[in-house]
């Protein structure tokens, strides 16, 4: 983050930002640069567009750029999606020019393009295929209205897991036909056989 401080600076007046922009006498501008062996700073992104994923810094706009630089690109926003795996990751909205299809094939294409473009650890890991993206009425982007539907998409993915479990679980019990046996001591079980079987099928289910 880039601090600065001189006889000017951002004031909130009765604003709970003053807070968290003004620091010790510091105004936190938001932005994040990296410095040089010179001493020269160089703009990455705006703080809230920064994407951490498995500990790697990630400026979206950098993504984003690249995507811009394929052919098949109109328009794109990326920004992070919650991972249980990585903290966050890289996830692109990408608007296709006419004649291109957004399809597995596109996706392969667009991730392969940004790992050759910038860096293999920044290519975005999901890619979604918009009609258009939010934007303000000066015509900028809503990336924190892209971080909220990749938010809201993360949630309702873990809801449906259980869901789909269970439905494969039902799929591989009516696969086995309710087969029982008895064992050596007269116990009603699952034969040894059958349990094979079980494990066959839910693999086959999965």
Known sequence: ???????????????VRQTVYVQSGWNVTGDTYI?????????????????????????????????????????????????????????AYVVL???????????????????ATVAPYKYPRAVEFVADLPKTQTGKLQRFELRRRAAETHHAQREEQPRQLAQRGARSRRLLGGRWGHDAFGRRGQSALTLRAARRCFIAAC
């Open 35 to 91: 410095m040089d062996r010179d001493g020269y700073f160089w703009y990455q992104a705006r703080s809230d567009d920064m994407i951490i994923s498995a500990g790697y810094n990630i400026a979206g706009p950098e993504v984003e750029a690249a995507l811009l630089m394929h052919a098949a690109v109109a328009e794109c926003g990326v920004v992070g999606a919650p991972d249980e795996d990585r903290g966050q990751i890289v996830k």
């Open 97 to 115: 020019r006419a004649g291109h299809a957004g399809d597995a094939a596109m996706t392969k294409t667009l991730q392969e393009h940004v790992k």
């Open 1 to 15: 983050r880039l601090a600065v401080r001189g006889p000017t600076g951002c004031r909130y007046i009765a604003d």
